[in-house]
Antibody, heavy 117, light 107 residues
Framework: EVQLVESGGGLVQPGGSLRLSCSAS????????MSWVRQAPGKGLECVAN????????YYVDSVKGRFTISRDNAKNSLYLQMISLRAEDTAFYYC??????????WGQGTLVTVSS | DIQMTQSPSSVSASVGDRVTITCRAS??????LAWYQQKPGKAPKLLIS???SLQTGLPSRFSGSGSGTDFTLTISSLQPEDCATYHC?????????FGQGTKVEIK
């Protein structure tokens, strides 16, 4: 059974940093593109970052470029999102998700990041 | 980035009704369009990939169509358990982008 479990969310002040982790199991993690998708409370979905299976290619939405870094450790079946210079508008549930050709087929349960003073 | 425009933003229909949701891309995306169902407090669930491929085990009342820039999700006979928000997503080019969502309610 595919499982994606996020951790690391919490309350952080504007300008602060946070590192999200996602532990993957039930599939060959090193074979899949992975992504982080966020959803502000009551709002739509936004894919913030994607990473190739070997980590050699990474893509970011414009609003997080230069502030967020996606990475992975295939030996640990883990995905990460390092976030710096956090802003109030980064407040959202952050989902770890597995990509297949043309879709996102498995999602974690999400971890809440709140940026507030 | 490719912009995805979904309509309507919400729809209220009776059990058994046919419900249609549309999604328009700001540029051609071939058939790289996915649909997701999201219930309150839950993660999205993949319904349809490649515009029209229904995921295994899901009810056949859900169907998708379209190519290029215009796509449709149809629920042929609305059931109470279909109350949810539906999202489209283009997977043609990074960053993958979503529509703003359509909330489906029972009248």
């Amino acid at each position: 059974e595919v499982q994606l479990v996020e951790s690391g969310g919490g309350l952080v002040q504007p300008g602060g940093s946070l590192r999200l982790s996602c532990s993957a199991s039930g599939f060959t993690f090193s074979s899949y593109w992975m992504s982080w998708v966020r959803q502000a409370p009551g709002k739509g979905l936004e894919c913030v970052a994607n990473i190739k299976p070997d980590g050699s290619e990474k893509y970011y939405v414009d609003s997080v470029k230069g502030r967020f870094t996606i990475s992975r450790d295939n030996a640990k079946n883990s995905l990460y999102l390092q976030m710096i210079s956090l802003r109030a508008e980064d407040t959202a549930f952050y989902y770890c998700a597995r990509q297949v050709v043309g879709a996102t087929d498995y999602w974690g349960q999400g971890t809440l990041v709140t940026v507030s003073s | 980035d490719i912009q995805m425009t979904q309509s309507p933003s919400s729809v209220s229909a009776s059990v058994g009704d046919r419900v249609t949701i549309t999604c328009r891309a700001s540029q051609g995306i071939n058939n790289w369009l996915a649909w997701y169902q999201q219930k309150p407090g839950k993660a999205p669930k993949l319904l349809i990939s490649a515009a029209s491929s229904l995921q295994t085990g899901l009810p056949s009342r859900f169907s998708g169509s379209g190519s290029g820039t215009d796509f449709t999700l149809t629920i042929s006979s609305l059931q109470p358990e279909d109350c949810a928000t539906y999202h489209c997503q283009q997977a043609n080019s990074f960053p993958w982008t979503f529509g703003q969502g359509t909330k489906v309610e029972i009248k």
